[in-house]
């Protein structure tokens, strides 16, 4: 993971995901951090102004282009040697601009913040960290409220022991475990053996054929609470780095349903990383 973007718009929780990215990027040894700000032209809330009233282009631009030289500059001090930051500024929205912006940088990795401590925040300010983990096919990093970095020395896989050969994102697993050395922890939730089945045994061995050599430790969890037990598990076990697969299909299915997705990302002091198959 040699390219990192962290998308921000100025705010409190984008600086704590830039500085979070800059930790782990030594860690990962990547070699650059693209900060990316995409702007619009400010939406009159009063019906007697007009158009001339708004912010021009030129000044929305300039905006932007200040807001980034000042943002890295903040997070130059926490940046490690060899570690390159760059600044993309562009006039689109973010759910429109994110995906060129990976494809032309050759990111491998992206890191976004959310806001937490109150219901319009989570629905407004979470939304694009949610959006973005949703569609993306790179791996994302959401890093959750009051988060401070810690080096990732144990890793928390949650899966569901369903199509795994089929399902699960071997590589990208395997490079974060390989560059931090992080002990693997696989945990599954049910509650009452009812998402058990006769071939959940021969896939929990199809996991581990997966992970030949990386030791993983297998854990069992009888919960109705989705959110509460990987919370729970994470504070017991040291967890510094969630990460889950969602499906299309199966116990994952409702994973980025508004209450699931809000809750694990704005209500744990854990990462998430979300990996599509």
């Given amino acids: ?3 990192i973007l962290v998308p921000t718009d100025f705010s409190e929780a984008a600086k704590r995901a830039g500085i979070y990215a800059l930790q782990l990027a030594q860690q990962l040894h990547a070699e650059k951090i693209v900060l990316y700000n995409a702007y619009q032209q400010p939406v009159a809330t009063d019906a007697s102004m007009t158009p001339v009233e708004l912010i021009n282009f030129d000044d929305i631009r300039e905006i932007s282009n200040t807001g980034l030289e000042h943002f890295k500059t903040v997070l130059q001090t926490h940046a490690a040697e060899g570690v ?3 600044t993309v500024g562009e006039y689109i929205t973010l759910a ?4 060129d912006i990976a494809e032309s940088k050759q990111i491998d990795l ?6 937490g401590g109150g219901k319009l925040d989570e629905v407004l300010i979470g939304s694009n960290a949610v959006n973005v983990a949703k569609h993306s096919t790179i791996p994302v990093i959401v890093v959750p409220p009051g988060t401070a970095f810690s080096s ?3 890793v928390m896989l949650a899966c569901d022991f ?15 475990l390989d560059e931090t050395r992080a002990k693997l922890f696989v945990l599954n939730i049910d509650h009452g053996n009812k998402n058990f089945s006769p071939d ?8 581990d054929t997966l992970f030949y050599g990386y030791e993983p430790q297998y854990h069992f969890v009888d919960s109705t609470d989705f959110v509460e037990a990987i919370n729970s598990f994470a504070v017991d076990n040291n967890i510094d780095l969630i990460i889950t697969i969602p499906k299309k299909h199966g116990f994952f299915e409702g994973l980025f349903k508004r209450s699931h997705t809000k809750q694990l990302a704005f209500h744990s002091h854990v990462p998430l990383m979300v990996v599509h198959d």
């Fill in 1 to 3: 993971m040699k390219n």
């Fill in 84 to 86: 390159t930051l760059e």
């Fill in 96 to 99: 429109d601009g994110w995906r």
């Fill in 110 to 115: 992206i890191v976004m913040g959310v806001t």
């Fill in 152 to 154: 990732i020395k144990n």
């Fill in 162 to 176: 369903k199509q795994v050969v089929e399902t699960t994102p071997v590589g990208a697993i395997k490079h974060i």
């Fill in 200 to 207: 959940t045994p021969f896939e929990s061995l199809m996991l």
